[in-house]
Structure formats: structure tokens, C-alpha cells
């Protein structure tokens, strides 16, 4: 990508108006879809209000999680190679993803059992254990960088193991209540590709890759929220049509990823952590693994996968190009690819603004070919 393309006054929104474009873009979104649907405005079996309900609360709950967290000491490490922008950043309040990602489990929980009963409420509630799962391993991580003050938590091995574990746990869940066909991932226009056993090793790979990348891709204000926002709720149209509850789950934890951007849009007073990105990663996962939409969470985790990418090309290169004195070359000027482009001349808010669009582009193209 190009600097020059989102370089200067003429494109250099504020975080606010990000968020409002952001908020008003989702909810018609939302509207539209159940418009379609034709269940709007019901309350019960629809995107719109559990959206709106979630970012609401979240919002308001935010201005008092966040001087909790700031007396808890919870600030960020920022690292010192990084862009120099970020390092004014050090000491801004971490770990916020205790306080938003409850919001949506509980409130999808409480909605899904409301309004689709009891045989809605276990599928959301096997998805919101993969995703509180998730986050409490993003949690001990973000626990240890506080405790020692740090930007190293728990390693990468120990962290390793938990993300298997838990994807081992959910597909034998799988495996124990969910037809054979599972192990089929649908493709669009009716295509399908047959796995059989190879498809669980997959599953179990998806959960770790896809909450390794959403924790990629939380290194910019409102960047992970923002496009997490979008994936979800792209999920959720694309899941409508065979698990109301999960589309329900989708909603509301979107909306407590907008919520949450009202205090961690440009410039942020509060961190998601790895609490909140893993729990996207997991929640995002665990839903395509269910209802069968591998090939749609791909598309939708277009960001998430070229943030990921990015890295293991930047590692790649440099050790491909390593010479006798131990220093390789970079193919990036830092990875993820979202600070190669700060550092590229991009402002924050830029590369935001430009995330935000193609992932909307991407959710809009999944939806037409579901």
C-alpha cells in the first residue's frame, strides 16, 4: 500500500468520527438485515437490538472499568522499537476486555435462551465457554506483563499448549454432539470439500491461528475492536438462517466491541489486551466451527489473516536473509503490516479508517456469496 493514498489533511479523520461512521454504518447494517428478514423492529430474534443493548452498556460501563483499571495499575508496556508515537501511549490501562466481553456472553446467553428457548441456548453457550476460555488465557498473559512490568507475559509455549488445549476440548464437543457432515467444509455456490478426521486437527489449528492473529492485529487504537465489530456481526448475517441464536450471540458481542471503542477509539483510554483480542479470536472461531462456515470466517478474517502474514513473512525473510554477522534483512519496516504503514508515513486513524472499509468490503462480499 501506498502512504500517499491516505497521506495528508485531506484524509485524516478523528477517532470520534471514525466510531460515529463506524456505529451508524453497523446498525444500518443491522436494520436492513432484519428488514429483510422482516423482523424488524421484534426485539426477540434479531441484530438490531441486541447490538444497540450491548454497545450501550458497554459504553456506560466503561467510565467506570476504566478508572478501576488506571487505580489497579493495569497500564501498558509499550515496546520501545516500535512506531515513537506509541511510547507517549505507556501506562494507558490494559486488560479491558474483563469488562466488555462479559457483557456480550452474558447478554447473548440471557437473549438466545428468551427468545429461541432452550435448544438455542446450548449452542451459544458451548460458544461463549470457547470464548471466555480464550480470554482468560489472554488474561493470565496480560496479568503477568502488569505483575512484571513488563511486555512479556506468560510464554509463548505455555500459551501455546492453553490455546490447544481449549481447541481440543471444543472439537471433541463437536465431534460428540454434531453430525459426521461437520467434517465437510461448505463453499459457496453449493461446492463443498470432504475432510473426514483431517478436519478436526483443522479446527483445532483455526482456534489457535485465528486468536493468535485478532491478538496480531490489537496493536492500534480501535483497530482490532473495530474490525472485530465488523467480522462479528458479518458472521451473524451469514449464520441467520440456521442458528437464530448464534446470530444473536454475534450481535451482542459485536456491539460490546463498539461499545468498547467509545473509550478505545484514537487516542484510547483503555487497552482490549489480549483478555479481549483472544476472546474474538475464540468467539469468532467457534461460531464458523459450528455452524459450518470455515470458508466465510476466511473471508472475514481478511484483516486478521494479512496481519499474521505479515509476521510470519517479516521472521521468514529475516532469517532467510540472515548473513555471517547474524542480521538478516526486513521485508517490512515492522510487522504487523499495520505498523509498517504507520511507520510508512500512515496516521493511526488512516490505517484504521482503511481497515475498517476493506473489512466492511469483505463482510459485504461473504454475505453475497453465502
Known sequence: MDAKLFSGRSFNPSGTSLLALLAVGLSLGTILFDLQAGVFPSVGISMTFPLWLCALVTALLGYWAVPFLQALKAGQFIREDGPQAHLQKAGTPTMGGV???PVGVIAALVWSGLAVGIQGFFPVLAVSIVTLAYGAIGWVDDWQVIRRRSNKGISPRMKLILQIGVGVLFSLWLVWNQPASITTIALPFGLAIPLGLLFWPLAVFVLVAES???????????????????ALLGLGAIVAPV????????????GSYLGFLVHNRNKACVFMGDTGSMALGGALTAVGLLTNNLWALFILSGIFFVESLSVMAQVGYYKATKGPDGIGKRLFKMAPIHHHLELSGWSETQVVAAFYLINGILALLCFVLR
Open 243 to 254: 442458528s437464530p441464536s448464534l446470530m444473536i450471540f454475534c450481535a451482542c458481542m459485536s
Open 99 to 101: 469488562f466488555f466481553v
Open 212 to 230: 493468535n492473529a485478532t491478538n496480531l492485529t490489537d496493536g492500534v487504537d480501535g483497530l482490532a475492536a473495530g474490525t472485530g465489530a465488523i
